[in-house]
């Protein structure tokens, strides 16, 4: 099941979330684009997209790491990586995910592009949310969740128009991780470490060190993803 619900009630709630927002927006915050809104008379717009970025963030320790599956038919990735994040989510009690992406922008992003995969990805995303255009959050259990992870892979591998991090959280707060273009997870553990590299050994993944590169092509050329101008 997945259930509609605001940016700004997830962040009042989920404070470690929260923080976690507000940390990347501040990242992001560039005062020369600020600048360009203002002179096209859209500073009202910037300050929606950046919707967190007064907040105050709440101090503790995080740790991050990237880990990937080793796994090259493009045509069954989605099926394994939801079986391994449902062994994940089994091994620290996860019932409930919170997603939302760093950025107040919709999650439905070049719907001109009409790569296959992409378009199924989008109209599944229609049919779970009732809609064709949104840029709040979600919560998901279980179900919902095998059925977004499936959508948020080709969303971020085919369409950089979307939010470079749409972040997906554990309802606890303890961990989050976003899907990059090549299929990785870019792992932040909250407050302490859950996830030791041995642990991730017997789970199925692969500890990724160094560069990353797309395990499914010969060339890192990513079919379906186009720019939009």
């Known amino acids: ?3 509609l619900v605001t940016r700004q009630e997830i962040a009042a709630q989920k404070t470690i979330i929260a923080s976690e927002i507000i940390s990347l927006q501040r ?3 560039d005062e020369e684009a600020l600048e ?3 002179e096209d008379g859209e500073e009202d717009l910037y300050w929606e997209i950046f919707d967190l970025l007064q907040g105050k963030p709440e101090s503790y320790q995080s740790f991050h790491k990237i880990i990937g599956l080793n796994h090259s038919d ?3 990735y989605t099926q394994l990586l939801v079986s391994r994040l449902q062994q994940l989510a089994d091994h620290l009690q996860i019932q409930e995910w919170i997603v939302l992406s760093h950025l107040r922008l ?9 790569y296959a995969p992409l378009e199924q990805a989008y109209q599944s995303l229609e049919k779970l949310t009732g809609l064709h255009t949104y840029k ?5 259990d279980q179900s919902g969740f095998a059925e977004f992870i499936p959508i948020l892979f080709w969303i971020q591998r085919c369409d950089p128009s979307v939010s470079d991090y749409i972040c997906v959280f554990d309802e606890q707060q303890r961990i989050s991780f976003f899907i990059c273009k090549y299929g990785n997870l870019h792992v932040t553990e909250m407050g302490q470490e859950y ?3 041995q642990l991730l050994q017997e789970l199925g993944w692969t500890l990724i060190e160094g560069p990353e590169s797309d ?4 060339d890192g050329a990513i079919a379906g993803r186009v720019i939009r101008f």
């Open 27 to 29: 990242s992001f915050y």
């Open 136 to 140: 709040e959050a979600f919560r998901l």
């Open 36 to 38: 360009a809104y203002r």
């Open 1 to 3: 099941m997945l259930t």
């Open 215 to 218: 395990p499914f092509t010969d």
């Open 106 to 114: 919709d999650f439905f992003g070049n719907r001109d592009n009409d």
């Open 195 to 197: 996830l030791s590299p």
């Open 74 to 76: 493009l045509g069954s």
